[in-house]
């Protein structure tokens, strides 16, 4: 009867939140647009991470492993020991992002991160309709940050990340600086999470606003090798709010499996389909003490193309 009981808590729960994270998101949209177009360093507003977006983006309420850099700094006390993860996004136009994130213990209530977040492309200049251009400049931009996380109580994590912010153009060289804020709570143990982070505060030298987004999510656990995942994020500045819903199995601990899905609304809404897959392995003789995870994730757009995400994790 207790477990039973504890069983509909956490749904009726679950639902509560969800459905207020809906109707928030609602609220504040028509808010949101008027400023649409008006931020520095737009490379901030693309998600990192492989395994996130296998799930359509839904991590916030997850934060179980060094992705979270990314998405909610709290999670980084998830970490067991030490934790690297790599990743290289393929889309369209030949604009590559790469994501690496490092995090590790230093005792049982702080755990530290680093984390790096860039996006390069080439653009050639022609002067006239030549085969050959005049000149090639790499442009893009990239974002350095340092974490923190502190475990308050068993059920409460708090994280912040400093970040520097470069965007690299053409005609000039932009500067700023912005923090993250974050939250973890697991009130019912791990059947439960619950985050919420605030992104991308701060401005530029140029006194030029930064994508800001807030963030809050929940992730359930039916099973340890089950996560069904739900995160809403608020473009505070540029865009509209998004729904992500996300699912991942583990099966033996071996291959899992993820789903996710996006909706939005406005001009040019993010909905549709994400899919993804992960592979855990052990390392050998010389890398026994080390275990290995390679995620990919696919993220369709009919209109701009496939993305292609390919990431590496490392525990150890």
């Not at 839904?58 to 934060?63: C, I, K």
């Not at 400093?162 to 153009?169: F, M, R």
């Not at 392995?281 to 701009?304: K, N, W």
Request: aromatic share 10%; proline share 4%.
């Amino acid at each position: 009867m207790k477990k039973r009981f504890s069983a509909r808590i956490i749904s009726l729960f679950s639902m509560a939140v969800l459905l207020f994270l809906f109707v928030s998101t609602t609220a504040a949209a028509d808010d949101i647009h008027k400023k649409a177009g008006t931020v520095a360093a737009a490379f901030l507003k693309i998600d990192a991470g492989s395994r996130p977006m296998g799930m359509g983006g839904a991590f916030t309420g997850l934060a179980d492993d060094v992705n979270t850099l990314f998405w909610n700094p709290a999670g980084l006390t998830s970490i067991q020991d030490q934790e690297f993860s790599a990743m290289q996004n393929f889309s369209i136009g030949k604009v590559y992002t790469q994501a690496l994130s490092y995090g590790q213990r230093l005792n049982e209530k702080v755990v530290w991160g680093i984390s790096l977040q860039g996006v390069f492309t080439r653009v050639d200049f022609r002067q006239g309709p030549t085969a050959d251009p005049d000149q090639e400049v790499t442009v893009g931009g990239f974002a350095p940050g340092f974490s923190l996380a502190y475990q308050l109580r068993q059920q409460i994590a708090v994280g912040l990340t400093a970040k520097a912010v470069v965007e690299q153009l053409s005609v000039e060289n932009t500067l700023g600086y912005a923090g993250d804020l974050g939250v973890f709570l697991q009130p019912f143990g791990k059947a439960i999470g619950l985050g919420f982070s605030a992104q991308n505060v701060g401005q530029t030298t140029s006194n030029g606003s930064l994508p800001m987004i807030i963030r809050s999510g929940v992730s359930l656990h039916p099973e340890e090798s089950i996560s069904i995942v739900a995160d809403l994020s608020y473009p505070l500045i540029d865009g509209f709010p998004i729904l992500h819903l996300g699912f991942e199995n583990w099966f033996s601990d071996l291959i899992a499996v993820r789903l996710g899905y996006n909706a939005s609304q406005g001009e040019n809404p993010r909905d549709g389909l994400t899919a993804g897959i992960g592979l855990r392995r052990r390392g050998r003789i010389s890398l026994e003490g080390i275990h290995f995870q390679f995620d990919y994730a696919i993220v369709p757009d009919p209109g701009l193309g496939h993305a292609h995400r390919i990431a590496c994790l490392m525990r150890f």
